[in-house]
Each structure stands twice: as C-alpha cells, then as structure tokens.
C-alpha cells in the first residue's frame, strides 16, 4: 500500500515505522524538508521525503499527524490531492484542563471531511500516547491493544484496518464519522485520568463479561441478551 503522511512529529515517526517495515511504501511530507528528509532516514528502508503535497498525492492512504487546528488548514490547501483517498485522522482537540476544544461542535474529524470533502475521513489511532504506538507490537498481558475505528467509507475502512493490524493491534468497529468525536471526548477523558489525577482509566470498565452485571455473566447468550435490555433501556 502506498501511505502518504502529513507531518514529521512523534505519532508520524511511530506508525510510519510499523507501516515501512510492514512493507508499505511510505512518503514523509512536512514543510520543513530537513525534518522530512531526517525522520524519512531515521525510521530507513524505502521511506522517502517530500512535501506536504507529493505525501498526500502518493499516497492511497494519507495520514494527517497534525496538532489539531492546523490540520485542517493543511488538509483544505490538499483537498484536491486526497480526494477519494482514505484520509486518517489521530488527532486529538484536547486544550488546557483536559478541555475537549470541539465540545457543542463537529468533531475534529469532521471538520478534516468539511476541509477536504472529496476525501474519507477515518479517525483512529487517538487513544494512546505516542510510545504506546512505538511498542512491537502494542499487547498487554498477551492481548493485543483494540483500536476503534470511525468511518463512512467501506474501503477506506478496510484499508485502515489492515495498517491496524500492521502496528499488531485489533481493529474495532467504532461506527460511522458522526461518532468519532465520542472518541475523542474519550481521549479527552482517559488523558484526564491518566494525567491530571494518575487514575488508572482502565479500571473504570469491567471486564466486557460482566458488561451487563454478573447475573448475565452467568447465563447463556448474555452478551446478545444485554444487547436487547439496553436497546430498550431508559439510560
């Protein structure tokens, strides 16, 4: 597969290495060719420098590792080089106090699919710090990490799901674009927990068996029988 990726910082450096050695051809674009040409040559093999531009026209998937807000201002000035192109969004508008910065608006994954409407959104990739990515591969306790991922797109999603598997982990079917901002508030809330209060945010679910109580853990078919009882919950 060919992947373009727009810029040259930590999450850009962490999964173009898993793509390149996966053995995608991958093109590093920023507007500083030496921070191009230095990342390109740090991760190795075939991975090639270039421009904003040249990464979003090679690629078949073009990756937006851009600090949200600039992001779309980057991917407006490219909208006619990514159209019908999956476009990935890792992006995460969380400002000071763990603010979620797009609370009340569309989702920072929307406003990417406003900026370039002929490209498929796709938002992945959000959930985790920078070096959790680098890991190889990202498995805790012999479980491969779960990645939720929001699209519209059906090969735009197939795509993403492959380079999913290609950083080792699991893809998770998260729905269409319009729930993407439910992962970013998520990422607003576990960078919170994590950060602000040193909580372990995993311990706020339950193992999913006991996802409807213990009382359908214990029966037969429990999981589908939740399913039901809380479609037609009050909650």
């Avoid at 060719?33 to 270039?50: D, F, M, N, T, Y």
């Avoid at 979620?100 to 699919?113: D, R, V, W, Y």
Wanted: charged share 20%.
């Amino acid at each position: 597969m060919r992947i373009g990726v727009l810029g040259t910082g930590n999450m850009a450096d962490a999964l173009a290495t898993h793509w390149a050695r996966a053995g995608h051809e991958v093109t590093i674009g920023g507007r500083d060719a030496h921070k191009a040409e230095w990342l390109a040559a740090r991760i190795g093999g075939s991975v090639k420098p270039g421009s904003l531009r040249s990464a979003a026209e090679s690629g078949q998937v073009v990756l937006a590792a851009l600090p949200f807000g600039s992001g779309t201002t980057v991917v407006r000035e490219l909208r006619a080089a990514v159209e019908g192109k999956a476009l990935l969004d890792c992006s995460n508008p969380v400002g000071p106090g763990f603010r979620l910065l797009t609370e009340g608006g569309p989702s920072a994954a929307q406003q990417l699919a406003a900026a370039a409407p002929g490209a498929h959104v796709i938002k992945a990739f959000n959930l985790c710090h920078e070096d959790v990515w680098r890991m190889r591969p990202p498995v805790f306790d012999g479980r491969p990490l779960a990645v939720p991922v929001c699209g519209d797109d059906e090969g735009a999603l197939a795509r993403v799901r492959e380079l999913v598997r290609d950083v080792g982990c699991e893809p998770v079917a998260g729905g269409g674009l319009e729930r993407a901002g439910l992962l970013e508030a998520t990422a607003a809330l576990f960078i919170a927990l994590w950060v602000g209060e040193g909580a372990d945010a995993q311990a706020i679910a339950p193992p999913s068996a006991y996802a409807a109580g213990p009382s359908h853990q214990e029966t037969e078919g429990g999981t589908e029988a939740f399913r039901q009882e809380f479609k037609g919950s009050d909650l």
